[in-house]
């Protein structure tokens, strides 16, 4: 296989290829690519890409996202409304220390 | 090649060093952050458990009270995690990123989603132990990530990508960081507990503790409160611990540590001495 310095833009055949797509393999120009989230995509591949991600968006995922936020917010308010089950079922004696203290005097 | 391979000098101690530094050198509108969303939920929490432990009507309003306590969780794991987010861009030696109203939304809807169900995975992950270091560091990971960009599976698989990876052994420093938060909280109750005597004897002034007795330490509030106080000195630390983590982990594949150390050769920025410091 032809190292980069040798080959030829897909697009511009007179020009030296500058870089190599990482998506489709083939070798373009510096006209040709653009830097694309830390990577760098040939137009083709970078357009394919967006329309993908344009695709992927649907009307019912909006609602899925805060359905999973309320979700969220409901375990949240369990996890504490069981806290504060426990606290209430646990003796005021022992929230007061009070336990303690009759046990120590009891022991002297 | 993992994180070991790029940096040689790079241990579990001195990982922890670097986040006391960052955390020492931060300014303080950083630290702001932290304190925004951890302050009014510690200070509902502490609420909430003298009115559950002793309120005489609390039974009556606890579904409201734990309502409040929940948005209050939620509302704290969002301002640590824009936190971490800052954080991560000192680290790096760049300007932190504007917060726009849809990358705002984003870090909502990702700590809404998925921190809520560490309150029940990390204690249950405690009682069988093994997976306790992955599990605890996969929620780190969900606040130290939570500000980049990424929807939820991308947030996710790079919490649990990076649960595993770092440098030292994960259970190793949890050890060493849960020590010392047993320390500070053995200080914190030492100093809650002899203040009060100190204040009567220097000043002659006396307070609801000295009028209790010693015994005013057995308190179920006095222990919370001890607990809360404890959380809020160690956890920035903890938060700053994993969010260098992640950023050694991540930079194995982007190269972002060796850009910040670059950067910090042109112009050395207030955080990378810290990241410096650490290369051997």
Redesign the interface.
């Known amino acids: 296989m032809l190292s980069l310095a040798q080959q030829h833009c897909l697009n511009h055949p007179a020009r030296e290829a500058a870089a190599q797509c990482p998506q489709c393999r083939q070798f373009f120009c510096r006209e040709c690519i653009t830097e694309h989230d830390?990577r760098i995509l040939c137009a083709v591949c970078l357009r394919r890409l967006s329309l993908s991600a344009g695709a992927r968006r649907h009307p019912l995922r909006a609602l899925g996202?805060a359905a999973?936020?309320l979700?969220?917010?409901?375990?949240?308010?369990?996890?504490?409304?069981w806290?504060?089950?426990i606290?209430?079922s646990?003796p005021?004696s022992?929230?007061?220390?009070?336990l303690?203290?009759s046990f120590w005097s009891s022991a002297q | 090649m993992n994180a070991s391979n790029r940096q040689p000098g790079m241990g579990l101690f001195e990982l922890v060093e670097q986040a006391v530094h960052l955390l020492r050198s931060a300014p303080l509108p950083l630290l702001a952050l932290y304190a925004v969303g951890t302050l009014p939920f510690l200070l509902a929490f502490l609420y909430f458990w003298a009115d559950m432990s002793r309120g005489a009507f609390a039974r009556d309003h606890a579904a409201l009270g734990a309502a409040g306590m929940g948005l209050l969780f939620l509302w704290m794991k969002c301002w640590h995690a824009v936190f971490a987010a800052a954080l991560r861009s000192r680290i790096a030696g760049q300007a932190a990123r504007p917060w726009s109203v849809r990358r705002a939304a984003r870090l909502a809807l990702t700590q809404m989603a998925l921190q809520p169900s560490g309150l029940f995975a990390v204690p249950l992950a405690l009682v069988t132990i093994f997976p306790f270091v992955w599990v605890y560091s996969f929620y780190q990971n969900l606040t130290a990530v939570g500000g980049e960009a990424g929807g939820l599976r991308d947030t996710c698989k790079t919490a649990a990508t990076q649960a595993g990876f770092g440098p030292g052994p994960g259970f190793l420093l949890l050890a060493v960081l849960f020590l010392f938060a047993f320390l500070v909280w053995l200080n914190t109750f030492v100093a809650m507990a002899a203040l009060p005597d100190l204040l009567k004897t220097l000043f002659g002034v006396d307070t609801a503790f000295t009028q209790a007795g010693r015994h005013s330490v057995l308190n179920t509030t006095y222990l919370a409160c001890s607990f809360a106080l404890t959380y809020l000195f160690v956890d920035p630390l903890i938060k700053t611990v994993f969010v260098l983590r992640c950023f050694y982990g991540q930079s194995v594949r982007s190269g972002d540590d060796l850009k910040a150390e670059l950067a910090g050769l042109r112009s050395p920025s207030p955080a990378a001495p810290a990241l410096l410091a650490s290369r051997p």
């Open positions: 830390d996202r999973l936020g979700g969220g917010l409901f375990t949240a308010v369990l996890f504490f409304y806290v504060g089950q606290l209430l646990i005021a022992y929230h007061d220390g009070t303690w203290q």
